[in-house]
């Protein structure tokens, strides 16, 4: 099979096309023939090296954490998924593989794929909606009542967490340039905050959860923008929102007021999101797509932070 893999940290030119052996799915998990994978800011930081306390120096590395496709293989203790179901899903850990034809993944990474959603649209949606979902459920506890500033709310996740935000019940205020104020009311921002006009910080509301999806907000600012109470929510591992976040988790609930996602893939929040999509609720959106072999031309576009939605790679 063809296959996305690179022998050193580095620039995108590092990413070579590749024929490497079909993996096998062995218990608990399936091999999925992959039609999409989606591109993340993970993505382009792993290759860079910037994560390699964790990734260490083996080389060749593989590349890509979402997926969509179909099910190729099942592995034994697998009992919900059969050969040729479509499904989507998201790598947990560090290794990646599914910028490639064939990925095995655990049962639980996965879940169907709606049928009326595409494979590039689908592929965008696991790592960037269960970041945002987690981020705004499980961390920022939002809801009917709360109000969520969402910085960033033009790109991959951010487009998402405007819309779960919505669907969650919040009223959302969204950050981002004028060139995506519409398509972040048209997702369901009440308010759209241009930054190139107007600092955050002197915008004048205050905010129950602050999530910084495009990592350029640090907690002290965030912290004139939130209300009693209130979270700010990083989606970057910085040595600021790290220490942060360690030392409000040992503050009492009321206190807490820092915090870092650190996504999870899960069974059950892909078929919640898969539920959202099927009802018309949350809506992928794609800003371009690329052929496999043109990973590297994905990867530097990525990079330009400049995306309206997600990247995705097409594999035939």
């Given at each position: 099979?063809?296959?996305?893999?690179?022998?050193?940290?580095?620039t995108p030119e590092v990413l070579t096309l590749r024929e490497v052996e079909v993996p096998e799915a062995g218990r608990g998990q399936v091999r999925v023939r992959v039609r999409a994978a989606a591109l993340?800011?993970?993505?382009?930081?792993?290759?860079?090296?910037?994560?390699?306390?964790?990734?260490?120096?083996?080389?060749?590395?593989?590349?890509?954490?979402?997926?969509?496709?179909?099910?190729?293989?099942?592995?034994?203790?697998?009992?919900?998924?059969?050969?040729?179901?479509?499904?989507?899903?998201?790598?947990?850990?560090?290794?990646?593989?599914?910028?490639?034809?064939?990925?095995?993944?655990?049962?639980?990474?996965?879940?169907?794929?709606?049928?009326?959603?595409?494979?590039?649209?689908?592929?965008?949606?696991?790592?960037?909606?269960?970041?945002?979902?987690?981020?705004?459920?499980?961390?920022?506890?939002?809801?009917?009542?709360?109000?969520?500033?969402?910085?960033?709310?033009?790109?991959?996740?951010?487009?998402?967490?405007?819309?779960?935000?919505?669907?969650?019940?919040?009223?959302?205020?969204?950050?981002?340039?004028?060139?995506?104020?519409?398509?972040?009311?048209?997702?369901?921002?009440?308010?759209?905050?241009?930054?190139?006009?107007?600092?955050?910080?002197?915008?004048?509301?205050?905010?129950?959860?602050?999530?910084?999806?495009?990592?350029?907000?640090?907690?002290?600012?965030?912290?004139?923008?939130?209300?009693?109470?209130?979270?700010?929510?990083?989606?970057?591992?910085?040595?600021?929102?790290?220490?942060?976040?360690?030392?409000?988790?040992?503050?009492?609930?009321?206190?807490?007021?820092?915090?870092?996602?650190?996504?999870?893939?899960?069974?059950?929040?892909?078929?919640?999101?898969?539920?959202?999509?099927?009802?018309?609720?949350?809506?992928?959106?794609?800003?371009?797509?690329?052929?496999?072999?043109?990973?590297a031309e994905a990867h530097a576009y990525q990079e330009t932070r400049r995306a309206r939605g997600k990247v995705v790679l097409t594999v035939d």
């Amino acid at each position: 099979m063809k296959a996305i893999e690179y022998d050193r940290y580095g620039t995108p030119e590092v990413l070579t096309l590749r024929e490497v052996e079909v993996p096998e799915a062995g218990r608990g998990q399936v091999r999925v023939r992959v039609r999409a994978a989606a591109l993340n800011p993970k993505d382009c930081l792993v290759r860079k090296g910037r994560f390699r306390n964790v990734t260490g120096k083996k080389f060749p590395r593989r590349a890509g954490y979402d997926f969509a496709g179909e099910v190729d293989a099942v592995g034994s203790g697998v009992n919900d998924m059969a050969i040729g179901d479509a499904v989507f899903g998201m790598l947990n850990g560090w290794a990646g593989g599914t910028h490639a034809e064939y990925v095995v993944a655990s049962w639980h990474e996965l879940a169907h794929k709606p049928p009326a959603i595409d494979f590039a649209d689908a592929a965008g949606i696991p790592l960037a909606a269960q970041t945002a979902l987690q981020a705004l459920r499980d961390l920022g506890r939002s809801g009917p009542g709360r109000h969520v500033l969402i910085n960033g709310c033009g790109g991959g996740v951010g487009t998402l967490a405007v819309q779960l935000a919505t669907i969650l019940g919040a009223r959302v205020t969204g950050v981002c340039s004028a060139a995506n104020a519409e398509q972040a009311r048209q997702l369901g921002a009440a308010e759209v905050i241009d930054y190139t006009q107007t600092e955050i910080s002197r915008a004048g509301a205050r905010f129950d959860t602050v999530f910084d999806v495009f990592g350029n907000l640090d907690f002290r600012q965030a912290r004139a923008l939130l209300r009693p109470g209130g979270i700010y929510i990083s989606t970057v591992p910085s040595a600021g929102i790290v220490l942060a976040h360690l030392a409000t988790r040992l503050l009492p609930p009321p206190l807490r007021r820092a915090r870092l996602v650190v996504v999870k893939s899960r069974h059950r929040d892909l078929v919640w999101l898969a539920e959202q999509m099927d009802a018309g609720r949350l809506r992928p959106v794609t800003d371009r797509t690329w052929p496999l072999a043109q990973a590297a031309e994905a990867h530097a576009y990525q990079e330009t932070r400049r995306a309206r939605g997600k990247v995705v790679l097409t594999v035939d």
